[in-house]
Nanobody, 119 residues
Framework: QAQLVESGGGLVQPGGSLRLSCAAS????????MGWYRQAPGKERELVAT???????YYDDSVKGRFTISRDNAKNTVYLQMNSLKPEDTAVYYC?????????????WGQGTQVTVSS
């Protein structure tokens, strides 16, 4: 079973930057895609960015040019560098890992980290 632990959230002023980290631990699984989702109050969880095992990336239009996803496969860790943050980026950010475990495809989630963009 995999466990995901996130860090790096906090309060930042508009235009500021934050870097989120998510480390996966456990055994007997192979991670394919890792990514970040977010959920703002009263809204559904939405996809922010993903990176596949081949390092192919996807970004939601709302974060293109501002956010950068990266990954250290040796550490099973994914990062989200967030620049030029806007108040509308305020949300709980969740890490996701899509894994193959014993021939089954499973999704694991982190506990969430709060990002607040406010002056």
């Amino acid at each position: 079973q995999a466990q995901l632990v996130e860090s790096g959230g906090g309060l930042v002023q508009p235009g500021g930057s934050l870097r989120l980290s998510c480390a996966a631990s456990g055994s007997s699984f192979s991670i394919t895609t890792m990514g970040w989702y977010r959920q703002a109050p009263g809204k559904e969880r939405e996809l922010v960015a993903t990176m596949g095992s081949s390092r192919s990336t996807y970004y939601d239009d709302s974060v293109k040019g501002r956010f950068t996803i990266s990954r250290d496969n040796a550490k099973n860790t994914v990062y989200l560098q967030m620049n030029s943050l806007k108040p509308e980026d305020t949300a709980v950010y969740y890490c996701n890992a899509h894994v193959n475990q014993g021939g089954r495809w499973l999704d694991y989630w982190g506990q969430g980290t709060q990002v607040t963009v406010s002056s």
